[in-house]
């Protein structure tokens, strides 16, 4: 009988060992899969943007030569965003852009630091202001200023 226990309980060790690795390595991919996502919906945002704008072929790489990895807002970019309605297509985005004195190339290098620092997500033909955990729409998730 407590052979039967001791098998048992490393069969059940092992189970568990197995499992607790399953977890990590599902853990793992869904991270992988979500940074994957984010890329495929800037490029999606990205190719609208030139679609709306009629831009050259060019635009995607234009963009991601100009704007760095992690963008740094300065103050005149966090205005602009302030004045932003909670939701708002891509037309009306340049609507505004071009209301406040921005020009094209500012307003989408805006465009492009507010989606990487979180603050607006495309949904569907929409862009709209983060919702911060506490409920609260973003308004300064992670305003950092040009020195």
Do not use: C
């Amino acid at each position: 009988m407590e052979h039967d226990i001791d098998q048992f309980g490393r069969e059940l060790m092992r189970r568990l060992k197995w499992l607790i690795a399953e977890v990590k390595r599902l853990s793992d991919e869904n991270e992988r899969l979500l940074r994957e996502n984010k890329e495929l919906r800037e490029e999606v945002t990205l190719a609208r943007l030139q679609g709306e704008l009629g831009g050259s072929g060019d635009l995607l790489d234009e963009l991601a030569s100009e704007v760095p990895v992690e963008p740094v807002l300065s103050p005149e970019a966090m205005q602009f965003y302030r004045i932003l309605p909670e939701k708002i297509n891509f037309s009306d985005f340049f609507r505004y852009a071009e209301a406040g004195d921005i020009s094209v190339a500012e307003a989408r290098d805006y465009l492009l630091a507010f989606i990487r620092q979180g603050l607006v997500e495309q949904r569907g033909r929409l862009l709209e202001k983060a919702v911060h955990p506490s409920g609260n729409r973003s308004t300064t998730r992670r305003e950092v200023h040009k020195g």
